[in-house]
């Protein structure tokens, strides 16, 4: 069985939803986890976003797996404390489930 690349990707929402306007995620099936996207099945965000009539767009993908993800999604200031890039977005930074799951300690 051959080895299928990883990809990182990074969903722009068409407006804000709840806490967040990007999702950076990544799937072993990209096709695959966007249809989860599509259809609300995907992360919660994205669950949300679909409630809402939210569209919206793969704005970019990397090669690489869940620990790429981290490194492109999350950064530290001199004082330890958690940031996070701006991934060369399209509207500024990330801020989505990742986000949350640090700010409450998890």
């Not at 695959?32 to 669950?47: E, M, S, V």
């Not at 090669?63 to 404390?81: I, S």
Request: glycine letters at 12%.
């Amino acid at each position: 069985m051959d080895h299928v690349p990883e990809t990182v990707y990074l969903i722009h929402l068409d407006e804000p939803c709840k806490h967040g306007r990007h999702y950076l995620g990544w799937a072993s099936n990209l096709d695959a986890r966007l249809a989860h996207h599509a259809d609300g099945t995907g992360a919660n965000l994205q669950r949300v976003a679909k409630d809402a009539g939210i569209g919206w767009t793969l704005a970019r993908t990397w090669q690489g797996d869940r620990f790429r993800e981290r490194q492109l999604g999350v950064t530290t200031d001199p004082l330890g404390k958690t940031a996070w890039s701006t991934l060369d977005a399209p509207s500024g930074p990330h801020r989505g489930a990742r986000q949350a799951e640090a700010e409450a300690g998890a």
